[in-house]
Structure formats: C-alpha cells, structure tokens
C-alpha cells in the first residue's frame, strides 16, 4: 500500500481554483493515518472545503456535504503534510553547480525562478510547511517567495524564512582567500563582528520581514577545512536578546561542543549539530532547559547535498544524542509569536 504524505499538498494545489469557484472534495484513500500514536484508520474519509480540511473520519462519523466532489484514491494512505525545518529553496544540487558558482555568477532572478519550481516540488513531496534557514547570497527573495505562497502566485508550501542568516566576518563563504585583497566578494550571508553589528544585523533582518533569525554559531576561517566557534557568548547573547525582544526565534548552525553551548547558553535557540558527541559536563543541564538540542552524527559539511533532512537514529551510547525528528517536533510545538504574514 501505497504511503502519500500529499492530503494538505493536493488541497493546497486545488486551493487557487477553489478561491474562484469554492467547492468541497471527499477524498476516499485506502486508509489515514492522523500522525496520532495509532495505526491508520482504514475506510476513513478526508472532506476538504474551500482548501482547507473540515472533517476526517468514517462514513458513519462524518455529515458529507451536499454536491461535494469524491475522489477515490484506491491502495492509497493518506498522511498530514510533512515539516522541513531546514530547507535551501534558493540553492540546487552541488552535483549540478557548486555552491561558489551559485552565490558569485548566478544573478537573484536566476535563483528565484529555480525556488519558484523548487516550492512546487516540495510541496508535491508531500511537505506542506518548511522553515528556509538563509538565501545563501540571494538577499531578502524568501521573503519574496513567502509572500508569492502566501497569495497564491507560487504553488509552495507554507514558508518560515530567516532571510540572509548572519556570520562572523571572514567565517563563511565564498572565502576570500586566493583573491585579490582589494576585492570584497560577495558572501552567502549577512557579516557581522561585535556586539553592536550582530545587534544591527538582527535588526535589519527583522525589518526585513525575518520569522526566524539563523546565526553561525560555528563555521571555517578563512582557508581552514576545521569549524570553530565564530561568535563569542557576549555577541550570541546579544543577538538572541534582540530577536527575543522583537518576538522572534533564533536558530544556530553549530556542528562542536563549543558553539552548540554558547548557543544554548544565549537562550531559546534550536542549535542543529552535525558532528559535535556533546560531552561537556555542562551539556546535560542545558539538554533538559533546551530539549531541542539535535546531534545528526552526519558528516561535518553536510553543504554537499540538498537540504532535505531525515533524522538518524538516536546513540545509545551517548543520551544527548537526541533524534532529529524529536528535535523538530520540540521546536514546532514550541510556543511562538504570531507571524507576521498569512499564515496559508
């Protein structure tokens, strides 16, 4: 039996014709399954009204509307749409054209219209919401891409954007070195060094429409193949204060034990580990304040695919070693403020 995570990905499809001329869709698959701890529920039904879910059930529990529209969808289960909290709408495969190539010849159009195609994938993946973590040296356009959703002009799912990210200076790419010094290349996220330009960056970003702030909290210097921790504590606590006091959420790249404890140390932030084993004595503490703390034991540079995470399996060995589907559940069920743009 065939598993489609694509009940919200059909509806959401539908959703622009529905607007002109509102109709209600009875969808009858094999079976649902909720997303609840239970097995899927064979014979029930999913009805859809105006592109949104109005009722799951069986025949018996659930009042069919008249003139609705049935769809059979024999040997199918229906699942509710997936989360992406990591997503690169704006890059495509590495295998197809480097990361250096994207962010220095590839004009912003050019990567837009590629996001453009890649929202409709996704969501024809069966991924409905997804959390963009940076442009990648494509400016402000996720903010561009979650309005397009949000309105209709773009097939897509639900977009969380955090616009340019921020680094320390000289901390990411494309790196300087083998250039001429008079040259300031462009870069793959926002600069910043020192308290009052993590603080400025922040708020630039915000201004710009950010739903969630991504900091560096670790990456390689200038031609070094080792991480290390970019942003001292002072300016990772500074910039979480700041997008705390604007009602937004902070997320850190940080594959070592050092930068995923200075971000968990500056607040509610969902540090995502990649290397790290999370050893340090202080790092069970800070596992019960911060249960979202993720550790993928994937390969440090994990830039060589696309970002569409799964999560690996959890370490024995090591109970800090929290699996990542956990680590997203926790960050979604997480309170958060009310976002700024229609939330689909």
Avoid at 24 to 50: D, K, Q
Avoid at 87 to 94: A, N
């Amino acid at each position: 039996m065939r598993f489609v995570a694509a009940a919200l990905a059909f509806l959401a499809l539908t959703s622009i014709a529905q607007a002109q001329a509102p109709e209600t869709i009875v969808l009858r698959p094999a079976a649902v399954w909720t997303g609840a701890n239970e097995p899927a529920h064979a014979g029930w039904i999913v009805v859809a009204s105006e592109g949104r879910i109005a009722a799951v059930g069986s025949d018996a529990a659930v009042t069919l509307p008249a003139g609705a529209r049935e769809i059979a969808l024999p040997g199918v289960t229906l699942t509710p749409g997936l989360i992406d909290a990591h997503t690169h709408l704006l890059l495509r495969e590495y295998s197809t054209e480097s990361w250096d190539d994207q962010v220095l010849h590839d004009s912003e159009a050019t990567r837009v219209i590629r996001a453009v195609n890649g929202a409709r994938a996704t969501l024809m993946a069966g991924f409905t919401t997804i959390r963009e973590l940076g442009t990648e040296g494509a400016g402000f356009a996720d903010v561009s891409l979650r309005q397009a959703q949000a309105d209709g002009t773009m097939q897509g799912p639900l977009m969380f954007v955090a616009t340019r990210a921020i680094v320390a200076r000289g901390a990411y790419g494309p790196r300087r070195t083998g250039w001429r010094p008079d040259l300031d290349l462009p870069q793959g996220a926002e600069e910043a060094s020192g308290v009052a330009e993590v603080v400025a960056a922040v708020r630039n970003q915000i201004a710009h429409g950010a739903d969630w702030i991504k900091l560096y909290g670790d990456y390689r210097f200038g031609n070094s193949s080792e991480s290390r921790p970019t942003f001292s504590q002072e300016e990772m606590n500074a910039a979480v204060a700041t997008a705390h006091d604007a009602g937004v959420r902070v997320a850190v790249h940080a594959v070592t034990d050092e930068g995923m404890r200075r971000a968990a140390l500056a607040g509610d932030t969902r540090p995502r580990g990649n290397g790290a084993r999370l050893r340090l004595p202080s790092l069970p503490r800070l596992a019960l304040r911060h249960p979202s703390l993720a550790n993928r034991r994937a390969p440090e540079d994990s830039r060589r695919s696309r970002r569409v995470k799964s999560g690996g399996a959890a370490d024995s060995a090591n109970p800090l070693a929290f699996r990542q589907p956990d680590a997203v559940a926790s960050a979604f069920r997480a309170p958060r403020p009310e976002w700024r743009h229609a939330a689909g």
